[in-house]
């Protein structure tokens, strides 16, 4: 049942006449404006299986809608619809002494002048009811894009060796091109070292030990656990390895807006001539 008008403007203590100017006022420009970026913003949030920030939703905002909005502005409405990026937790790292190795090619020098001449390659792990999954992932370091991976219940030297083939055969790759790694038992053995040199592939490792020679892969790594993985508990091998497959191909390499690459996609980074890249030689640590 309704109330009048009278007795609800005495309940709040509102002036009637008030009231009446306010429904029969018409909506501003800027109100309007405000109204259209927020169902926008909700799209492109959504859009992004609920990952992207603020920074992240200005971006496509201008790349995927043309729409340029200033950056307090996208903050304060994303708070109003309750809408906010998943942070990645900061980590306190150990210093650790950096002893190089004489196999060690990059030196923590992540830049790469062109696809294809650096790549970086680790495993991860993740729990599921029926055990623990691990997934090895090829990473292109000049766009951040994942050209080959392998699932398994397995870790074992076959798992790296079939990411490093399906990268060898989705890519060009040159007697010039590094795989930069760590010294785990899979990329020291004898049959990823022959994969290798069947490609024509020089092998860099960083120091033992030391993530910190092999940044941009944890970086990705620290996406993706964030991202989907643990946003949910996983009941068998199948359900996780759908998982992982759908968000490299589905959403990391042609969606996820990187900030080292100028808020651009892997896929649209690779898609750009080398002088309108917006960072064509350095690329950060940075996820």
Avoid at 49 to 56: D, E, L, P
Avoid at 217 to 240: D, K, Y
């Amino acid at each position: 049942m309704g109330y009048s008008e009278r007795y609800a403007c005495q309940v709040i203590g509102l002036n009637r006449s008030t009231l009446r100017r306010y429904l029969g006022r018409r909506p501003s420009n800027q109100e309007v404006r405000r109204t259209l970026l927020a169902d926008t913003i909700g799209r492109v949030h959504e859009a992004s299986r609920a990952t992207y920030g603020v920074r992240r939703v200005r971006a496509a905002l201008l790349h995927e809608h043309g729409v340029v909005a200033n950056h307090k502005l996208v903050a304060r409405i994303m708070a109003s619809l309750g809408l906010h990026g998943l942070p990645v937790r900061r980590r306190k790292w150990r210093q650790l002494k950096n002893v190089p190795t004489t196999e060690d090619l990059l030196s923590r020098n992540f830049r790469a002048p062109a696809m294809n001449r650096v790549w970086l390659t680790d495993i991860t792990e993740h729990k599921t009811r029926e055990g623990t999954l691990y997934c090895c992932a090829v990473l292109d370091l000049y766009s951040r894009r994942v050209v080959g991976w392998a699932i398994d219940r397995r870790n074992e030297a076959a798992m790296v060796n079939d990411a490093l083939t399906m990268a060898a055969k989705s890519r060009t790759t040159s007697p010039e091109t590094i795989l930069h790694s760590d010294h785990g038992s899979q990329f020291v053995s004898w049959a990823f070292t022959q994969n290798l040199r069947h490609h024509s592939i020089l092998g860099s490792m960083g120091t033992v030990g030391d993530c910190f020679d092999n940044a941009p892969m944890e970086s990705f790594w620290g996406s993706m656990q964030i991202e989907p993985l643990n946003r949910q508990a996983w009941m068998t091998h199948v359900q996780l390895s759908t998982a992982i497959a759908d968000y490299i191909v589905n959403f990391y390499n042609p969606r996820r807006r990187h900030s080292s690459l100028g808020y651009l996609t892997p896929e649209e980074f690779e898609g750009l001539p080398s002088s309108d890249n917006p960072a064509t030689t350095l690329i950060g640590v940075g996820h």
